[in-house]
């Protein structure tokens, strides 16, 4: 390809209009934009959706290496880049500004139920849910080489271990204080880098193996089944397809008439689309309402956003015409994305 006939008289052509940009600009001698430390001008690759870097996919999570996003990161694109971050509004960021081309974000858990912050940031940032992943976690104690169950007099982790293995660590007779921190693999990597003794961090056992701790027990989380699922975000939404299960996040407000939940979650049934979640937040903007009720003076409403994945794509002309009828009930309506189901069995995987 590259010593064609074509690609010659091509790389001839662009040589001839370089030079003759040199001339007009003023410079006496041939050079190449690199040679004069201009900058790269954009070309139409800089604007691809995916990847950036390379042919590497850069995923970026919250958390540590050994962090379960970096899991779900790797579940989802297996020969991705895994970029670690400190929050979550930094890997939003990182997506926008195209330091990393994918983002993972956790948004429920089968013992926790929805994480709402990350609802909130979904609505905030305007990334797109470009797929999802279902992952088991399968939390371990783990504590620096040598330390025992009876050394402990602390537990850390991210909230939501916390809350998956509560009364997993009372059965351990672990009745010790709890402590929130940012991440899993987080809490493991800081008792390990200050040698904390009577601390134990909840984390997966590739925590344990990466900052090279001693897993005290194993399988820790309340229910065996313990799956948290992740959405995968990016600055483009995908093209729906029909001929795969795929699923739709929505967002919206609803009009203030009397009964327009109902009618928006009959759109859907009327076209016999299965909802699959519903979740409401209340709106940060206006998070009151104040009505007049004829019996007793006023009333205060709290206001709320919706969030409803349904199983359909917006390929399918039944969503595209549930989704027209909820334009005439609702005040506000956002697609979050529309995207392949997670259909992989969960039974029988690895723990993590
Ligand atoms: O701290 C981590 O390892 C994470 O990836 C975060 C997170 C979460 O936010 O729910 C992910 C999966 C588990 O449910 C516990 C924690």
């Given at each position: 390809?590259?010593n064609?006939?074509?690609?010659q008289?091509?790389?001839?052509?662009?040589?001839?209009e370089?030079?003759y940009?040199?001339q007009v600009?003023?410079?006496?001698?041939?050079a190449?934009?690199?040679d004069?430390?201009?900058?790269?001008?954009?070309s139409?690759s800089?604007?691809?959706p995916?990847?950036?870097?390379?042919?590497?996919?850069?995923?970026?999570y919250?958390g540590?290496?050994?962090?379960?996003?970096?899991a779900?990161?790797?579940?989802?694109?297996?020969?991705?880049?895994?970029?670690p971050?400190?929050?979550f509004?930094?890997?939003?960021?990182?997506?926008?500004?195209?330091l990393?081309?994918?983002?993972?974000l956790?948004?429920?858990?089968?013992?926790?139920g929805s994480?709402?912050r990350?609802?909130?940031?979904l609505?905030?940032h305007?990334?797109?849910?470009?797929?999802?992943?279902?992952l088991?976690?399968?939390?371990?104690?783990?504590a620096m080489?040598?330390v025992?169950?009876a050394?402990?007099?602390?537990?850390i982790?991210?909230?939501?271990?916390l809350?998956?293995?509560?009364?997993?660590?009372?059965?351990?007779?672990?009745?010790?204080?709890?402590e929130?921190?940012?991440?899993?693999?987080?809490a493991?990597?800081?008792?390990?880098?200050?040698?904390?003794?009577?601390?134990?961090?909840?984390?997966?056992?590739?925590?344990?193996?990466?900052?090279?701790?001693?897993?005290?027990?194993n399988?820790?989380?309340?229910?065996?089944?313990n799956?948290?699922?992740?959405?995968?975000l990016?600055r483009?939404?995908i093209?729906?397809?029909v001929?795969?299960?795929?699923?739709?996040?929505?967002v919206?407000?609803?009009e203030?008439?009397?009964?327009?939940l109902?009618?928006?979650?009959s759109?859907f049934a009327?076209?016999d689309?299965?909802?699959?979640k519903?979740?409401?937040?209340?709106?940060?903007?206006?998070p009151?309402?104040?009505?007049?009720?004829n019996?007793?003076g006023?009333?205060?409403?709290?206001?709320?956003?919706?969030?409803?994945?349904f199983?359909?794509?917006?390929?399918?002309?039944?969503?595209?015409n549930?989704?027209?009828?909820?334009?005439?009930?609702?005040?506000?309506?956002?697609?979050?994305?529309?995207y392949p189901m997670?259909?992989t069995?969960?039974v029988?995987?690895?723990?993590?």
């Amino acid at each position: 390809m590259e010593n064609s006939g074509d690609g010659q008289q091509q790389q001839q052509q662009d040589l001839a209009e370089r030079a003759y940009l040199v001339q007009v600009n003023g410079y006496d001698s041939l050079a190449t934009p690199k040679d004069l430390n201009l900058p790269r001008p954009l070309s139409i690759s800089d604007f691809a959706p995916a990847p950036m870097h390379g042919s590497t996919l850069r995923v970026a999570y919250q958390g540590v290496p050994g962090a379960y996003s970096e899991a779900a990161a790797c579940k989802a694109y297996p020969e991705c880049e895994p970029v670690p971050c400190e929050q979550f509004e930094a890997a939003f960021q990182a997506v926008e500004l195209w330091l990393a081309d994918r983002a993972v974000l956790p948004v429920e858990n089968s013992l926790g139920g929805s994480i709402h912050r990350n609802y909130d940031l979904l609505l905030r940032h305007r990334l797109h849910i470009v797929g999802e992943v279902q992952l088991p976690v399968h939390h371990c104690l783990l504590a620096m080489p040598g330390v025992s169950k009876a050394d402990l007099r602390r537990v850390i982790s991210h909230p939501q271990a916390l809350a998956q293995c509560e009364h997993t660590l009372t059965r351990l007779g672990l009745s010790v204080a709890r402590e929130a921190v940012d991440d899993t693999a987080g809490a493991a990597q800081f008792i390990a880098e200050n040698n904390l003794r009577d601390t134990a961090a909840i984390a997966s056992n590739r925590a344990a193996e990466i900052y090279g701790m001693n897993i005290l027990a194993n399988g820790i989380q309340d229910d065996a089944g313990n799956v948290t699922r992740f959405v995968m975000l990016a600055r483009e939404p995908i093209i729906p397809r029909v001929d795969r299960p795929f699923k739709t996040s929505i967002v919206f407000a609803k009009e203030e008439a009397t009964g327009s939940l109902f009618k928006v979650l009959s759109a859907f049934a009327f076209r016999d689309i299965n909802l699959t979640k519903i979740e409401s937040r209340p709106q940060r903007k206006k998070p009151l309402r104040i009505v007049d009720d004829n019996n007793s003076g006023k009333s205060q409403y709290f206001e709320y956003l919706f969030y409803i994945d349904f199983e359909a794509s917006m390929a399918d002309k039944r969503a595209q015409n549930a989704l027209a009828e909820l334009q005439e009930f609702t005040s506000f309506l956002r697609v979050l994305g529309s995207y392949p189901m997670d259909v992989t069995p969960l039974v029988g995987s690895p723990p993590l």
